[in-house]
Nanobody, 111 residues
Framework: VQFVESGGGSVQPGGSLRLSCIASGFDFNSYPMSWYRQAPDQKRELVASITSGGGSADYADSVYGRFTISRDNTKNALYLQMNDLKFEDTAVYYC?????WGQGTQVTVSS
C-alpha cells in the first residue's frame, strides 16, 4: 500500500488549497478513506473521512463548512479542498487507509 500526497504549501488566511492523495497497492474503490492532520506539538487528528463510493462524508467540527473531501475512484485519488484557511489549519496533512499513512504534505497559513 502506498500513497503519494501533493498540494500543500503556504497561503494567507482566507486562502484555499487542494490536497491530493494518489493510492496504489490495494483495491481503493472498496474502502473508506480519511484525511488527518498534525500540528506542531499536537496529536494527530481526524479532519475528514469519506465512504468507499464517495456518497457520504464526515468532518471535524473545526473544518466543517470550509473543507470538502472527495474521491475519484477511476484515478485512485483522494482530495481535500480547503477554503477559508485559518492560522490554526497549519499542520502536516496525511491521507490514511487502515493502518497505512501517506508521507504527509505541509500546509502553512500565515500572513
Amino acid at each position: 500500500v502506498q500513497f503519494v500526497e501533493s498540494g500543500g504549501g503556504s497561503v494567507q488566511p482566507g486562502g484555499s488549497l487542494r490536497l491530493s492523495c494518489i493510492a496504489s497497492g490495494f483495491d481503493f474503490n472498496s474502502y473508506p478513506m480519511s484525511w488527518y492532520r498534525q500540528a506542531p506539538d499536537q496529536k494527530r487528528e481526524l479532519v475528514a473521512s469519506i465512504t468507499s463510493g464517495g456518497g457520504s462524508a464526515d468532518y471535524a467540527d473545526s473544518v466543517y463548512g470550509r473543507f470538502t473531501i472527495s474521491r475519484d475512484n477511476t484515478k485512485n485519488a483522494l482530495y481535500l479542498q480547503m477554503n477559508d484557511l485559518k492560522f490554526e489549519d497549519t499542520a502536516v496533512y496525511y491521507c490514511k487507509f487502515g493502518s497505512t499513512w501517506g508521507q504527509g504534505t505541509q500546509v502553512t497559513v500565515s500572513s
